[in-house]
Every structure is written in structure tokens, then in C-alpha cells.
């Protein structure tokens, strides 16, 4: 059993910034890649950033240059920095993980960002 807990989602105003983190817990043997979706009401669940267990990352178009993925291997924590925040930021923001061996994928519960202009 696998459980992630999200944190730090929110009420900003356009331009502010928030920082969501994400923590593993359960039966983890070891973490292979760990990342951040949204899903925005009537659309589908995009990517937003990834992050390999060799710190390689990638970002959602809409995001590169604003927002910044990181981990915590020690903790079985992602981190996801987001600045420069705009309005179509808004979603719900759910943190994934798969490990080494498996192909399931993991998911956290989601936690709302919300980016008033």
C-alpha cells in the first residue's frame, strides 16, 4: 500500500506564488519517477512537470520558466515551486509517483490552486 499526502495548495493572487510538496509513504521500495498533474474543471489531467530518480526534468510548455520541480530522495518528497502564477494556472494539482518494478502508477488525493486576476 502506497499513500501520498499533498500540501500547500491555495488562494493567490495572479503574479504570487506557491509551493505544493508531496510525501510517499507506505510500501516503497524505491522511487523511480515523481511528477505533478492538473486536471481544470471540464478539461482533462495534463502534465505539468516530471522529475527522474537521476534529477532529469520535464515541463509542461505552459510552465517552463515559471514553475521548478524537485525531490527529496531521503524524505519521498516532491516538491513543485510555481511563481509568476496566472489565472489558467487554476486546477487541481495531483503529485504521482511509479517505482522500480511495476508499472502502476501511484496518485495523490489533489489539492486546489486557485489564481484569482
Known amino acids: 500500500q502506497v499513500q501520498l499526502v499533498e500540501s500547500g495548495g491555495g488562494l493567490v493572487q495572479a503574479g504570487g506564488s506557491l509551493r505544493l510538496s508531496c510525501t510517499a509513504s507506505?510500501?516503497?521500495?524505491?522511487?523511480?519517477?515523481m511528477g505533478w498533474y492538473r486536471q481544470a474543471p471540464g478539461k482533462q489531467r495534463e502534465l505539468v512537470a516530471v522529475?527522474?530518480?537521476?534529477?532529469?526534468?520535464n515541463y509542461a510548455d505552459s510552465v517552463k520558466g515559471r514553475f521548478a520541480i524537485s525531490r527529496d530522495n531521503a524524505k519521498n518528497t516532491v516538491y513543485l515551486q510555481m511563481n509568476s502564477l496566472k489565472p489558467e494556472d487554476t486546477a487541481v494539482y495531483y503529485c504521482?509517483?511509479?517505482?522500480?518494478?511495476?508499472?502502476?502508477?501511484?496518485w495523490g488525493q489533489g489539492t486546489q490552486v486557485t489564481v484569482s486576476s
Open positions: 504521482m509517483i511509479n517505482l522500480f518494478g511495476t508499472f502502476k502508477v501511484y
Open positions: 507506505g510500501s516503497i521500495f524505491s522511487i523511480k519517477d
Open positions: 522529475i527522474t530518480s537521476g534529477g532529469n526534468t
